[in-house]
């Protein structure tokens, strides 16, 4: 098992990249089992940020 510590600004750099090749993976039509999991995780976090707000 792997440990590993994050700033949160670092914590949310890498959010932030992550987010960015799933919009790109989305356009371009490359929509694997595993990248539609992620794309639907990240639409529920984009609604729970919406509420918070």
Known sequence: M???ELERVEALELLGMVLAHLNNAEAAGDLSPRLA???AIRDKLAVGLREQT
């Open 37 to 39: 999991t992620l794309l």
């Open 2 to 4: 792997v440990h590993l």
